[in-house]
């Protein structure tokens, strides 16, 4: 009797482990994002879930607004009737990828419009060591040397990317207006911006949307989050070393 049940717990044992296998066997190996796959991350070097305040951020927004920027349930919001600008306060340099999620909020707030899902990155001031000095209004940015992506911009009617080149001027790299480049509502995007090797890529929720090859490439600079005119909900701010 004895024996017979120690037979039995060992193929229930035997049974067991074979069905959890099994099961662990078939399930879908997880996909490999699309950063995965062209790039190689090496560490990270900064993250921000915005449960602790915003000591990592400056703000500048334009003179006269009406604006709330400030952490609610663990994201960052940005609610402005004018422009602002939330800056990363450290200095990125070399081969990076900037990662976060963004949402364009449309619910009937006063401010709620569907527009200008945009960023600036590699961002410096060739004639200031000290970038932070603006109010916030866009025009005043026209002398930075940065990289610039504004999605859904002008009531969500273009999507562009621009290099400025520290002197006034705003080169046009990309310019697209078809609607599978433009704003939904209330969508939770997911943000990936990659410097490295003298070319810049974005991606919004794994596509390309922008790439360029800069010979005369931007290696260092701050990122910022930029709007005008709407509310906006940011979290899960990344920052990686590339390979």
């Known amino acids: 009797m004895q024996q017979n049940r120690h037979y039995r717990i060992s193929i229930f044992l035997l049974g067991l482990i074979i069905v959890v296998f099994g099961i662990s066997g078939c399930q879908p190996k997880k996909k490999n994002s699309v950063i ?26 334009a003179p006269d607004s009406t604006v709330h920027i400030g952490i609610q349930n663990e994201k960052l919001v940005i609610d402005t009737d004018r422009g602002a600008t939330v800056w990363l306060n450290r200095e990125l340099s070399g081969n990076v990828l900037i990662r ?9 707030g006063p401010n709620d419009r569907l527009s200008d899902m945009n960023q600036f990155w590699m961002a410096s001031d060739p004639r200031n060591p000290d970038l932070f000095t603006r109010s916030g209004a866009f025009a005043e940015y026209d002398s ?13 009617e273009t999507t562009r990317f621009r290099k400025y080149t520290g002197d006034g001027n705003r080169v046009l790299v990309h310019d697209l207006t078809d ?9 939770t995007y997911l943000i990936e911006i990659v410097v490295k090797d003298g070319q810049t890529n974005v991606f919004v929720d794994e596509e390309e949307f922008f790439s360029f090859m800069d010979d005369n490439p931007l290696t260092r600079g701050y990122f910022g989050i930029r709007t005008t005119w709407s509310r906006h909900e940011i979290d899960d701010v990344e920052v990686y070393r590339l390979k």
């Open 179 to 187: 609607e599978a480049h433009l704003l939904k509502p209330n969508h």
């Open 144 to 156: 930075l040397l940065m990289y610039y992506a504004g999605i859904g911009g002008n009531y969500n």
């Open 36 to 61: 995965d796959e062209k790039f190689r991350i090496d560490e990270l070097l900064f993250e921000d879930k915005f449960d602790s305040g915003m000591n990592n951020w400056l703000v500048e927004v």
């Open 100 to 108: 976060y999620k963004r949402r364009v909020v449309m619910e009937d």
